[in-house]
């Protein structure tokens, strides 16, 4: 049974063509999941994941069953074990956004269903899956780009450097020194494929193909929101940075909290690319479930 809890679940070669069908037209992939169900499990009120989400298994043929966390009660009602088991005697897979990843090493525990992780407090994979897609639609083959992100070194930015790394690129990192990756974080990136690179003042982006950003307080973090709009003063991107970097495009995987690590000028500017990002989240949810479902039982 194969699961996708991060990027670095995949081989460069099976990121590659999941990539492949991501771009393919959605009748070229035969439809898979006819007469079939896939359990779409939220911790998390979502707007992106959600409907990107339902809306790749209807065009794959198949059929979504949106599930609350009070109607499974995961550790409560019943054991992870016992409800992935629970799911798969009815569903082909099950795609869980989650506060805790460990909620998602349980559920693959047994092998009982495959697992997607549309995100947890680790990772974000869709979501990377996306950008990557978002990046070589727009600038060309990503070994190729200069990619900065700019913010807290979190989910969605370790997944994405996972995924320029299995694709043969790099990237550096614009973020305050209390906001960086672990060293647990930095290794398994090493060993996907490069070296991340610090930058210490936004002032020193230049001249780069990609800017990214994502927000500063995150779902779950609103205590801590006050100490962290703090720590990142100065690292908004706004319209100087995109100015002196005028052939980047911007990206942010959204929601964004306009005003803080944007501004709107940015997210509803020429260079702004956050709704192509947006639409190809269908696309990878859609290629993630397609290459799944079709991978061998054992």
């Not at 991060?6 to 063509?17: M, Q, R, S």
């Not at 989910?155 to 020194?177: K, T």
């Not at 690179?197 to 982006?205: G, L, S």
């Not at 929601?255 to 990878?284: C, F």
């Amino acid at each position: 049974m194969r699961h996708l809890l991060d990027i670095d679940d995949l081989t460069a070669a099976e990121l590659g063509e999941i990539m492949r069908l991501a771009e393919e037209p959605v009748d070229a992939l035969g439809a898979p999941l006819t007469g079939r169900g896939v359990a779409c499990y939220f911790e998390k009120p979502s707007a992106r994941t959600r409907n990107s989400t339902e809306m790749a298994v209807v065009q794959l043929g198949g059929h979504p069953v949106y599930i609350t966390r009070d109607e499974l009660g995961i550790g409560r009602r019943e054991s992870a074990d016992d409800v992935a088991r629970t799911l798969g005697c009815y569903h082909s897979a099950l795609c869980a956004r989650v506060y805790s990843h460990e909620v998602l090493e349980q559920l693959t525990a047994s092998n009982a269903i495959a697992v997607v992780n549309l995100l947890s407090d680790d990772a974000h994979p869709l979501q990377a899956i996306a950008d990557l897609l978002t990046m070589k639609s727009e600038r060309g083959p990503i070994d190729e780009l200069t990619i900065v992100y700019v913010g807290d070194c979190n989910n969605v930015a370790r997944s994405l450097a996972l995924a320029v790394a299995g694709v043969g690129g790099s990237m550096a990192f614009a973020a305050p020194s209390g906001y960086r990756f672990s060293e647990h974080d930095l290794d398994r990136i090493r060993l996907a494929g490069f070296e991340p690179r610090y930058i210490d003042r936004i002032d020193d982006v230049e001249n780069v193909d990609v800017i990214y950003t994502d927000t500063w307080v995150s779902m779950g973090q609103e205590d801590g929101r006050e100490q962290r709009l703090k720590g990142f003063e100065g690292f908004q991107v706004d319209e100087r940075l995109m100015a002196r970097n005028a052939g980047a495009v911007f990206m942010h995987c959204l929601p964004a909290h306009r005003g803080e690590e944007v501004s709107d000028a940015v997210l509803d500017g020429e260079q702004s690319r956050i709704w192509v990002q947006a639409t190809n989240r269908l696309h990878a949810a859609r290629a993630v479930l397609a290459w799944i479902v079709s991978q061998p039982a054992a």
